[in-house]
């Protein structure tokens, strides 16, 4: 199956990093996060969503959280895309990897589990194109912080 993954160094701790896929008002900060309901630990819900309008949610990604170290890890399982103009798109994984080095933190992001069809490939597409532009979003975010 196809993965998107991705390396980055960003000069915060670990944990910062972590912490960042999972504080609300830091996701709205940097990955424009409308809402979320996000359960930390073990077995939680783990749900994003944008775009939200009196009518609704325009995209939404949802998930378990199957690995969770504040320190170094977050995994989510049976990852889920909603977009109302596409079938929903799952299960999928998202992992999170936060390693210290050298006083910064290198960042591992794999997001996997993409299947074939039009719309995963039309899905596959924009999140190959969308994490790098993330990600360094998340980067200057955390950097700006110190």
């Known amino acids: 199956m196809r993965k998107v993954e991705l390396n980055i160094s960003i000069d915060v701790s670990p944990e910062k990093v972590i ?30 969503a944008w775009q939200v309008t009196e009518n609704g949610f325009g995209f939404v990604s949802t998930g378990i959280i199957k690995n969770y170290e504040p320190l170094s890890i977050l995994e989510i399982e049976k990852f889920v895309y909603m977009n109302p103009e596409r079938t929903l798109l799952g299960p999928m994984s998202l992992t999170i990897k936060a390693t210290e080095s050298e006083g910064k933190t290198e960042l591992y992001l794999c997001q996997d589990g993409y299947q074939s069809g039009d719309d995963w490939d039309w899905y596959y597409n924009a999140v190959n194109q969308a994490w790098p532009l993330v990600v360094k979003s998340l980067k200057e975010f955390l950097e700006s912080k110190n």
Not at 24 to 39: A, D, G, P, T
């Open 19 to 48: 912490m960042a896929f999972l504080d609300f008002q830091m996701l709205n900060k940097w990955w424009q996060v409308e809402r979320s309901l996000i359960e930390k630990g073990i077995g939680g819900i783990y749900a994003l």
